[in-house]
């Protein structure tokens, strides 16, 4: 851990503050110096909002949809442990796979989508969704979606099946519907679950490389440029190490005060109340 983790990450906040170049045979410290070069950065400003956008919305749909299939998945219905297994797939695939399966999904002659949607008459020509300006970023939010929904949906279901059964016998005696049992009973029982769900998909998905340099490796011109994309672009393509490093330490220090801010408000609301 102390040589492939701690040392690694020590020595990445180190180049930070300083001017190290890919190939250079040296470096020199310089302080702040790429840090104020950040503040004046449009590009990895624009790329920070796109990151932000990506984040909120995959993790929104995570949340939602694997909560509704935990809940599927939950209800004893028919061939529930056939779906169990299935619900697993897009997880098991590796990052690259699942771009290049869904670069041939999104093949604009030749791709899934396109001839179904040809076939229904809801478009009328083909679309280059993932080298668009106005379909890009949806496109490789919805694969974001399908590939963040396993994991959120096996631990929601965990955390359904912890819930005593007796709560919502008492509930549906008492004369309450499926709706108001969920409202009332499951997801305030769940509520801590969700929570770190939620907490660990939002870091995940800011933090997204693999899966979107596969499909789209930030194009077209930038509209897909996650955070992590631009760093890797600074850091491999032009070769500045120190700035590249820079620009990781401030997304780990702002996700970081993000999710620290998030758990203390959830702390606070779950501390009981003294009484007056």
Do not use: C
């Amino acid at each position: 851990m102390l040589i492939l983790s701690v040392w690694p990450l020590v020595q990445g906040l180190y180049m930070g503050f300083t001017s190290d170049e890919l190939g250079a045979a040296g470096r020199n410290f310089v302080g702040l110096a790429n840090f104020q070069q950040m503040l004046g950065d449009t590009q990895f400003w624009a790329s920070f909002r796109i990151g932000g956008v990506w984040a909120v919305i995959v993790t929104a749909g995570v949340i939602v949809l694997g909560l509704g299939l935990a809940l599927l998945l939950n209800a004893g219905l028919p061939f529930q442990g056939v779906a169990r297994v299935l619900v697993l797939i897009p997880w098991a695939i590796p990052p690259v796979i699942k771009g290049v399966i869904w670069r041939l999904v999104y093949h604009p002659t030749g791709g899934v989508l396109n001839s179904v949607l040809l076939s229904l008459g809801i478009i009328s020509t083909p679309i280059d969704w993932l080298n668009s300006f106005d379909w890009a970023l949806l496109a490789v939010i919805v694969v974001g979606i399908w590939t963040g929904l396993p994991q959120a949906t096996v631990v929601l279901l965990a955390g359904l099946q912890t819930i005593p059964e007796e709560l919502k016998e008492a509930a549906a005696l008492d004369g309450a519907s499926s709706m108001q049992q969920l409202r009332h009973v499951t997801l305030p029982l769940m509520a801590p679950v969700i929570f770190a769900v939620t907490a660990l998909e939002f870091m995940w998905n800011f933090n997204s490389f693999g899966l979107v340099y596969t499909l789209t490796a930030g194009g077209p011109a930038g509209t897909t440029r996650l955070p992590m994309l631009f760093a890797y672009e600074e850091a491999f393509q032009y070769g500045h190490l120190g700035y590249a490093s820079a620009l990781g330490t401030v997304m780990v220090l702002i996700v970081g005060l993000a999710l620290a801010h998030s758990v203390r408000r959830q702390l606070r609301d779950a501390a009981p109340k003294e009484s007056s």
